[in-house]
């Protein structure tokens, strides 16, 4: 989370000690001194006990634990690191990517730890290395019926209503393609 050229972002940070009473520096201090490992009990500890909306609780989790991890990794670390050790994965990634860069120039990827976040005016897809033979597709999907390629889940991934098993390039196919365009069409 990088708030150069993030205005949005840049604006919650300027904002932050009016809106919450604290600066940003102010609350990653208060982090630091509880010694809280998980970012759920740092959001319920600013939320519960001080009172900090969900949204700049997040924010101010998320860019304390980035200090911690050593700063903002580049999009492109990140995707290299997901696929240090499943180097065979990279190309259906590859494809994936280009498939969804043909629905429209507002389709807008997010590199995170483990997965590549695929949104447009909200986030449409995931694109996970689940396994070292393995990229799961992850798909926001209303009132869909489940069928061939799809695979149901309890929200998988947190955020994903549906997921597509990649194995190879031949998996790939017109099926796929239109589920993806589905869930991007989705979310308009």
Request: charged share 30%; aromatic share 6%.
């Amino acid at each position: 989370m990088d708030s150069k050229n993030n205005p949005q972002l840049e604006s919650m940070i300027a904002n932050m000690p009016e809106k919450t009473g604290k600066s940003l520096e102010e609350w990653k201090t208060v982090l630091k001194n509880v010694g809280l490992a998980k970012h759920g009990e740092m959001m319920k500890l600013l939320k519960g006990e001080h009172g900090v909306s969900h949204g700049f609780a997040n924010t101010i989790v998320l860019l304390y634990r980035q200090d911690a991890e050593g700063g903002v990794k580049g999009e492109a670390d990140l995707v290299a690191a997901q696929y240090e050790k499943k180097a065979d994965l990279k190309p259906l990634y590859d494809r994936l990517i280009a498939e969804a860069g043909k629905f429209g120039a507002d389709v807008e990827l997010a590199p995170k730890k483990a997965y590549v976040s695929l949104r447009r005016a909200k986030q449409f897809a995931i694109i996970q290395p689940s396994t070292k033979t393995r990229i799961d597709l992850g798909l926001n999907l209303k009132d869909a019926a489940v069928k061939e390629p799809l695979i149901e889940g309890d929200k998988w991934s947190g955020m994903c209503s549906h997921r597509i098993e990649i194995h190879s390039e031949s998996d790939i196919n017109q099926s796929v393609i239109d589920w993806l365009r589905e869930a991007y069409n989705q979310a308009a």
